[in-house]
Structures are given as structure tokens and as C-alpha cells.
């Protein structure tokens, strides 16, 4: 594990944290909770001694628990008592967009949809622009099992070793991980890279906090809030706080053990530690200047169009989650009290205050539909509730992914370089010190959309990653093109003429997804 540079003081750490969470004028305030014996006090502990309060932190859980199932619409919500019942009658039958007869404003209002990038009144197309680019922290297409074990090696007792050389979000690595039979015995060494500081940083504090919370359930709730949601209980931001600073402060240079037989292995720069200073801690940024940024980035009135076309696609009570998870950015089932939520997520924003990600960005990306509605059943949640499916999906994903850290034998290296400056400094044999030596070969390379023309191509990708990979029939170089369509000429259905035109909206018909009504 990396070492923390010389100008970072733990005792500081805490000594802000400590006076900012006594600060709550920007919070929303939470009645006490009769089921709750007694608060942390912070007066109680000495900055003098962080190691024991860093422990104290770590031990800390919120005031509601994490849901195991649909939660009881009828909660006491001015005592906050929590109601053992399954609830059915959460709803919001009266907004405007769940109804069958909504229409996107262009057609209400009689005219042509503004473009994706033009600002309204002919101004200049920037401000818009702006919103639709950024960094990806969620993923924009479904996770994939990378190994695929039962169809490839079909060997549960093989070393495996794979490599994610522009990673973005760990969720490959969860779902290859989840995907292993429950009796893999070999070892699975792990390569994650992204020339991404902030999300190196947030892939790290994930494996730190599904890897040393040793109550599964308040793992995979801390990670789940912290990967997703824009907002997290403060306690999860102390437990963040103490899990971070504690991996931090290891005097070792040994791997940062993941449970009894799983470990973590860094090599990072300083410039990363900035972005380990402000987890779990809201001196970054403070509730109202979070709750202001979000609303400007995601409510923009010049994006009304490009919202209402998204709107257009989704069935009515699928727009109305939306435009909740839009509202508030927290993952949970609908109706379940959030009012604990009550810290900036200050991993989800730059620096100087700033959305990361795009307007639209959106955590259903990067998972499958179908398992995620599967797992919402499972916990009494409706295909309606879409976002709740989500939130058992990622708490069932999560809380295994915690459990095989514990029962294999797993080894991450994370790295922060360019994809191809990766493939050139393992040859050069940089990377030893991680065990990852000039003779290192890959049972999987996975390469993301670098395969795309404008980022790297695909002559370069093999170029350099080829060589890496195992002499192996099921050795295996993985990425997709996703911008195969946009720079290829013919390579939409727009551009591609009539008839090709003509066969989309044929199948389309074909399988009930097109009507002229």
C-alpha cells in the first residue's frame, strides 16, 4: 500500500472532521431515535489519540438500518421508528409523468426538440455541451464476467491472473468475482488500472471498505452508498474516514490485507491522496453547496428536451423513478426514509466543488436489467421501483463480493497510468515490486472502449497488449467499440438510409416495442 506523503496529518484529519460534523446548519436534521441508547459524542476523545477514535468511527452505524426488504410505507416518520411490516403503498400517483397521456414539452408546446448540444434562444451550444461531458464513475455499459470459467478454463482449481488496464468502476471485477463457482480454490491475482485519479482513489476505498468491514451487511451498505448514492449517512462517512486513514497509516510497505486470505497492493501517486483527504469528511464541500451543484447539473432548464427524451423512452412509473433518483441521488427503495443521508458523497465531486459526471449519467448503466429486476422481486420490490431492484441487486452483489474477499485467495494491484504506458513499463519490469514482472502474462486483458479510433485503436491495442497475453487457447483480449457507430460512416440507423431505416422500425414492430398511435 502506498505510503501518505509527508504533509498529510492524520491528527488534522480528525480534528476537522470532528469540527465539522458539530456544524449541522447545512444539514438536514434528524429527530432522535428511540431505539438508539445513546450518540457517539466526540467530546469524548482526545485528537491527541486518533487511533482510538478512528476505531470508534469504524464502529459507528446509522440510526435506520440498511432494508432487507421493500420497506413499510406507514413508518413513524416523526420518531423515525422503523416498521417490521413488508410495505405496498409507497407511491406518487400524481405526478404528472406517471400518467399515460405525457408528453414531452415539444409536443405540448408545438414545436421542434432542441439538438443535444444547442442552448435555447440561439445561444451558444457550450453550456449544454459541458453538461454531457465528463468523467465516468458508474459505468456505461452492463458488467461482464471476464473469466467466464464454466465455457473457458472450466477448472476450478487454476491460478487465474486478469488484467483491467482502463477499469473505470470495479464492476467487472465484481461480477467476474461473483460469477467464480463457489468452489474456486485457485488463485486470482487482479491488475486494475485507470489514468483517472479520482477514480483510482474511489476503486481503492471500495476494496478497503468491502474488504475490512467485517459485518457483511454494513459493508456492502457503506460501498453500495458510497460507489452510488450522492449523499451517505455520517456515520458511513466516519467509517469511511477510519477505514481510508487506517489502510493510509500502515507503517508496512506489505500488501493491505482484504480479509484473511484476500490482499491489496498500490502503486499510486501523491497527487491521489487529495482525493483519500475529503472521504467520509465534508470540509470539501458542504450539504447546501452539494445539494446546489447537483440541482444545477442535473435540472438544467436548457437540458428539458434531452430529459423529456429520455423520459419518452421509459414506461410511465420507470420516469417517475428517474426523475426521483434525479432529484435526490440516493439508491434506495422508494417510499424508504432518507432523511440519515445527511453528508455530501465528496468522491462524486471534483476537487473545487464540481458534478464529475455527465447530466445523465446513471448507476442502471452499468448492470443488467434483468438480474437486477430478478433480485428486486426477491426482496418485494416492483419492476416499478426500479431504482429499489437496483439497490437489493448491488446489496446481494456486494455482500458476496465481501464474502469471496474472505474464502479466495485474491490479490489486487492498482495502478494509475496510461493503457499503453502500462504494457510498456511490465515489460520494463517498474512494476515487480507489485509482483507483476517483465514475465507476467494475462489470462484476460480487458481493454474497454480504448479499441476505439479516437482513443488508442485497435492496431495499438494488440500492438501492445498482445504480447501479454498467456499462451492459452482461452486466453483472451476483451473490449467493445463505443463509438463504432458514430464514427463509422452508415453506422446508424439514421445515417444509413430508408432501408436500413425500414428494417429497424420492422423489428421493432415485430417484437412490440414501435406503435404509430
Known amino acids: ?29 434528524m429527530p432522535p431515535d428511540p431505539s438508539t441508547s445513546g450518540d457517539f459524542n ?15 468511527f469504524g464502529k459507528m452505524k446509522p440510526k435506520i438500518p440498511p432494508p432487507e426488504m421493500l420497506p413499510c410505507a406507514n413508518v413513524d416518520v416523526a420518531k423515525y421508528k422503523v416498521c417490521p411490516k413488508q410495505g405496498t403503498k409507497a407511491c406518487n400517483c400524481k405526478n404528472r409523468l406517471k400518467s399515460n397521456d405525457w408528453k414531452p414539452a415539444w409536443v405540448v ?56 488496464v482502463a477499469s473505470g468502476d470495479l464492476r467487472h471485477v465484481v461480477q467476474t468475482i461473483n460469477s467464480l463457482p463457489d468452489d474456486y480454490s485457485g488463485h486470482l491475482e487482479v491488475l486494475i488500472n485507470d489514468v483517472t485519479l479520482p477514480v483510482v482513489a474511489r476503486n481503492m476505498a471500495i476494496l478497503l471498505i468491502l474488504g475490512t468491514v467485517s ?55 501523491a497527487e491521489a491522496m487529495e482525493f483519500f483527504r475529503r472521504f467520509g ?111 437489493f441487486f448491488l446489496s446481494d452483489q456486494l455482500r458476496t463480493f465481501a464474502r469471496r474477499l474472505r474464502e479466495f485467495r485474491i490479490s489486487f494491484s492498482v495502478v494509475t497510468t496510461e493503457a499503453i504506458h502500462l504494457s510498456s513499463i511490465i515489460r520494463e519490469d517498474i512494476l515487480s515490486p507489485l509482483r507483476i514482472t517483465a514475465s507476467t502474462r494475462f489470462d484476460r486483458i480487458e481493454v474497454s472502449n480504448i479499441l476505439d479510433v479516437n482513443y488508442v485503436g ?30 463509422q460512416p452508415n453506422g446508424d440507423a439514421q445515417s444509413a438510409g430508408h432501408i436500413e431505416i425500414k428494417k429497424v422500425i420492422d423489428a421493432f414492430i415485430e417484437k412490440g416495442r414501435f406503435s404509430f398511435a
Not at 466526540?42 to 470508534?56: H, I, L, N, T, Y
Not at 507503517?251 to 499510486?268: D, F, K, Y
Open 1 to 29: 500500500m502506498s505510503r501518505l506523503p509527508a504533509s498529510w496529518d492524520a491528527m488534522t484529519a480528525l480534528s476537522e472532521f470532528m469540527q465539522d460534523t458539530s456544524a449541522t446548519s447545512s444539514l438536514r436534521t
Open 42 to 56: 466526540f467530546a469524548d476523545f482526545d485528537v491527541s489519540d486518533p487511533k482510538r477514535a478512528f476505531e470508534a
Open 109 to 164: 408546446e408545438n414545436r421542434l426538440p432542441t439538438s443535444f448540444f444547442a442552448k435555447p434562444g440561439g445561444g451558444s451550444p457550450m453550456q449544454a455541451d459541458q453538461l454531457s461531458k465528463g468523467i465516468s464513475l458508474w459505468g456505461n455499459v452492463p458488467a461482464i464476467d471476464l473469466i467466464n470459467l464454466g465455457k473457458n478454463e472450466n477448472d476450478a482449481s487454476q491460478d487465474l491472473s486478469i488484467a483491467l
Open 215 to 269: 459485518d457483511e451487511t454494513m459493508a456492502a451498505d457503506i460501498a453500495l452508498h458510497f460507489w452510488y448514492s450522492v449523499f451517505i449517512p455520517a456515520e458511513y462517512g466516519n467509517n469511511i474516514l477510519a477505514i481510508v486513514t487506517s489502510a493510509l497509516l500502515r507503517e508496512t510497505q506489505e500488501p493491505q490485507p482484504l480479509g484473511p486470505r484476500s490482499c491489496m497492493s498500490c502503486a499510486i501517486p
Open 281 to 391: 469528511s465534508i470540509a470539501s464541500i458542504s450539504m447546501a453547496d452539494a445539494q446546489n451543484e447537483y440541482d444545477r447539473v442535473r435540472t438544467a432548464s436548457y437540458r428539458g428536451d434531452f430529459r423529456d427524451r429520455m423520459y419518452a423512452k421509459l414506461k410511465p412509473s420507470h420516469r417517475v423513478a428517474f426523475q426521483e433518483f434525479r432529484r435526490f441521488g440516493i439508491v434506495l427503495p422508494f417510499g424508504a426514509v432518507n432523511a440519515h443521508f445527511n453528508i455530501p458523497n465528496a468522491s462524486l465531486f471534483s476537487l473545487d466543488g464540481k458534478w464529475l459526471q455527465t447530466d445523465y449519467a446513471d448507476p442502471l448503466e452499468g448492470w443488467d436489467i434483468g438480474p437486477i429486476l430478478d433480485a428486486g422481486r426477491a426482496h418485494g420490490a416492483q419492476p416499478e421501483d426500479i431504482y429499489g431492484c437496483l439497490y
Open 458 to 487: 485497435i492496431g495499438d491495442v494488440l500492438t501492445h497488449w498482445g504480447p501479454l497475453l498467456k499462451d492459452s487457447p482461452t486466453a483472451a483480449l476483451v473490449g467493445y467499440f463505443m463509438n463504432w457507430g458514430f464514427l
